[in-house]
């Protein structure tokens, strides 16, 4: 009886595609099917609270801690809604998500 010789594949493996959890749905998902989104910081508020924008990052290339949302709004209302905006780029203070809704809208406007 033939012995059997196992061929290895001699194609490089590929790293697998980066995956990131939605703040919003909390489903998993390619890197390349979510928005990342960023915190910057707009001013300091007279009670020396800090308030922080939310802003979209579609190139990914904003500096500073980034949080991934699926391009829609009911995902962006369910993680303003269980508060994952603050925990999930990781600042106390208001947030300000108005950028981050305009682009949204102007996306689904354009689809």
């Known amino acids: 009886m033939p012995e059997r010789t196992s061929k290895q594949s001699t ?9 990131r ?56 209302t369910a993680a303003e809604r269980r508060r994952a905006f603050g925990r999930a780029l990781r600042v106390s203070g208001h947030l300000d998500i108005s950028a981050l809704e305009k682009y949204l809208e102007n996306r689904h406007e354009h689809s």
């Open 11 to 19: 194609a490089p493996k590929r790293p697998a595609a980066p995956v």
């Open 21 to 76: 959890t939605c703040i919003g749905c909390r489903k998993r998902e390619l890197a390349v099917d979510l928005l990342r989104i960023v915190a910057q910081e707009c001013e300091t508020g007279e009670d020396g609270s800090h308030v922080f924008v939310v802003v979209p990052d579609p190139q990914r290339r904003l500096p500073g801690r980034g949080a991934w949302l699926h391009p829609v709004s009911v995902c962006s």
